[in-house]
């Protein structure tokens, strides 16, 4: 089986997004861009992935971690010349080339697996190029073919008016031999209105050689570029759109789809019920015959089968709640693991904490897990019962059965089955109150 490798152009300055950050680590779906697209390359399994970097090469490195090799382009002298800084690590490879985009990160594996194998078809094509026909072709390269087969390519800059009247728009993205490759780049020239050296070019020297290069078609959302926060904020409104259908397809139902966001890694289960303004960050997997109420704020959380959680509830990483757990309004959990059918109904933080099945956390109490240097962690065997307004002082366990007394400050273990009751002794003056309003009316009255 023939090999294939991938070069991925991230070397633009991303000047229009007005950041510090890389323009293809701008998040989508809480997720790098770029990771996106080496996501979906990966599942290739690719022999070779090369990113060419330019500005904030050491960004890109930190994000790739190695997962790729990098190679430089400096200075910018448009996508051929982008491509070619990548041919030194190509020695001893001869198989097939994707070459794709940093800021193009929906390409689906699919898309991908359809460029290479039109261009191992019989015919033996030069270049294989991806096409889209998008409603606004805007300042898109053109494509002219005959029967999929090009007969030219043009950048939008240098295209006359009849070949802008041409629907059919080139992505960028391409297939190559890897042997074909880097000998058509070195017949690329920069006599254009850019004094670039232009990657689409190849096309056209392979067809003046006699050689056939042939256009495959995608979705225009598959080839979506991004350059602006404002395209960063409509390729996320797109992907969630697209999400949140696949969510209801799959079997949760959403009350006001509109106003649910995902993460890119979000598991559902089956007869997930998901309320208004809910909101999933990254590493959360749901369950089956799940609730969650409105205005919750989820990441990092395992939640179990016929759990409840919220409203207005928050659960960080490290959170996991078992079987039919409960969650209520005004909770905040983090590295919390809640046993089957344990509650925390309202008003509590629970954080560095395990809490054994059937346990209540009852209103207003806190896990004091920080002393400003060191977490700690705070234990609840099962059955427990925490009563209202009550600190657990970490590290601290709280035994089987055992019950907190409402408004006590526990520091020290309680044993299985017994009651901890931490208050100061409760004084009563009788009529205390009564002279103190007789008081003050007097007060009040000499001074009108």
């Not at 996501?39 to 022999?47: E, F, K, R, S, Y």
Request: one cysteine or more; charged letters at 25%.
């Amino acid at each position: 089986m023939t090999q294939i490798a991938a070069i991925i152009l991230a070397a633009g300055k991303g000047t229009r997004m007005k950041s510090d950050l890389h323009k293809v680590l701008h998040p989508i779906a809480g997720r790098p861009m770029l990771m996106h697209l080496m996501d979906a390359v990966d599942a290739l399994n690719p022999a070779k992935k090369v990113v060419v970097v330019g500005s904030g090469k050491e960004q890109l490195e930190a994000a790739l971690a190695g997962s790729a090799e990098l190679a430089v382009q400096e200075p910018q002298h448009g996508t051929g010349h982008a491509v070619q800084q990548a041919e030194a690590a190509w020695a001893g490879f001869d198989g097939d080339v994707l070459i794709l985009y940093g800021d193009v990160p929906f390409v689906p594996t699919s898309t991908m697996q359809m460029m290479i194998d039109r261009l191992n078809a019989d015919d033996n094509p030069a270049v294989v190029v991806l096409g889209f026909e998008p409603e606004d072709t805007q300042a898109y390269g053109r494509i002219v073919t005959q029967n999929d087969r090009i007969e030219w390519m043009v950048e939008h800059k240098d295209a006359t008016e009849a070949q802008r009247a041409t629907k059919l728009c080139n992505s960028g993205l391409m297939a190559v031999k890897a042997k074909d490759l880097f000998p058509l780049l070195a017949r690329v020239t920069n006599d254009n209105a850019a004094g670039e050296y232009y990657l689409v070019d190849i096309v056209n020297i392979a067809t003046q050689d006699g050689r056939h290069c042939y256009v495959v078609k995608t979705d225009p959302y598959d080839v979506t570029g991004i350059n602006s926060r404002g395209e960063l904020a409509a390729m996320e409104g797109e992907w969630q759109a697209r999400r949140r259908v696949q969510a209801m397809v799959d079997g949760a139902s959403l009350i006001a789809p509109e106003t649910v966001w995902f993460s890119w890694d979000t598991k559902l289960g089956r007869d997930v019920l998901i309320e208004p303004n809910v909101f999933f960050g990254p590493g959360v997997t749901v369950a089956d015959n799940v609730k969650i109420r409105a205005n919750c704020h989820i990441e990092g959380a395992t939640i179990g089968s016929g759990c409840e959680v919220g409203p207005f509830a928050r659960l960080r990483p490290g959170t996991v709640l078992e079987e039919k757990a409960k969650i209520g309004n005004f909770v905040e959990t983090k590295k919390a693991h809640l046993g089957k059918g344990a509650k925390a109904n309202h008003l509590t933080y629970l954080g560095d904490a395990t809490i054994g099945a059937g346990a209540n956390i009852g209103a207003g109490t806190i896990t004091c897990n920080y002393d400003g240097y060191f977490k700690y962690q705070t234990v609840i065997g099962e059955g427990a019962f925490i009563g209202s307004n009550s600190a657990l002082i970490a590290p601290v366990k709280i035994g089987r059965d055992a019950i907190v007394a409402a408004g006590s400050a526990v520091s020290r273990d309680v044993a299985d089955g017994d009651l901890r009751m931490v208050r100061a002794e409760q004084l009563v003056k009788p009529g205390w109150a009564d002279r103190f309003h007789e008081t003050m009316r007097k007060k009040k009255a000499e001074k009108k």
